[in-house]
């Protein structure tokens, strides 16, 4: 946030000049917002944003309050650390691959707790709610593998075909967008969803009624005006 400096003149905050800067400042808040708002716990779950590039990632086992404009972590997108002292997110390969293989701007990983268990119990999250759509339909759930590992992206590629979004088995979530804001959001309604399902799973003798393909169809068209005009 601008200031004034000792001789009166307003400081303009680094975050609102540099464009790298900025980039760290909102990643920073994405993964605080992660852990103010339950989807991971401690040190877990892990974001990246591209500036040009370069993807920045948050670093490995470091609370995210303790992060500061001086800790920005930064690699290529071959995975060559190119900036910061701190090693980066044990999920690198993970968020790499998303970074390559899409148009992802921004990609949010987190261990939120409704959507976990999800994954523990069906190969794809059921069409409970249309908001499945603005994940691109059904969201799959991608084959357990270990974390960090090339065999865990491989899979998250394959669950996220035409979707911004999948379940890890027994691991977490993965979404993706063309900002942060749109992946934190994308993650928030998944983990909603996850829970919506599981609620109404739960009351004995009674199944949920699930969207057809064609009104998921319909949704996904509907959602295309969604919002302001940009």
């Known amino acids: 946030m601008a200031g004034a400096d000792v001789t009166g003149e307003t400081a303009v905050a680094p975050e609102e000049t540099d464009p790298l800067a900025r980039a760290w400042h909102e990643l920073v808040a994405t993964a605080r917002r992660t852990a103010s708002e339950g989807l991971v716990v401690g040190t877990s779950g892990n974001v990246s944003v591209r500036c040009g590039d370069l993807v920045l990632v948050t670093p490995s086992g470091v609370p995210y309050e303790k992060l500061g404009p001086g800790d920005t972590v930064a690699v290529d997108l071959d995975g060559h650390q190119v900036l910061g002292e701190l090693k980066p997110t044990s999920e690198l390969p993970l968020h ?3 970074h390559r293989a899409t148009t992802a701007t921004a990609v949010v990983h987190t261990h939120a707790v409704h959507a976990t268990a999800v994954s523990t119990l069906v190969p794809e999250l059921p ?4 908001m499945a759509a603005a994940l691109g339909g059904p969201v799959r759930v991608a084959p357990y ?3 960090g590992s090339d065999e865990l992206a491989a899979n998250m590629l394959t669950a996220l075909t035409d979707r911004s979004g999948c379940l890890l088995q027994n691991h977490g979530t993965v979404t993706y967008g063309s900002s942060l804001d749109q992946a934190y959001d994308r993650t928030a309604q998944l983990e909603w ?3 919506l399902w599981l609620t109404a799973s739960a009351l004995p003798g009674r199944t949920p009624s699930l969207l057809s393909p064609g009104q998921l169809a319909e949704a996904t068209e509907k959602l295309r005006g969604y919002g302001q005009p940009g």
Do not use: D, E, T
Not at 127 to 130: Q, R, S, W
């Open 96 to 98: 790499l691959a998303v």
């Open 127 to 130: 069409a409970v709610h249309y």
């Open 145 to 147: 593998a270990l974390y």
């Open 193 to 195: 969803m996850c829970r």
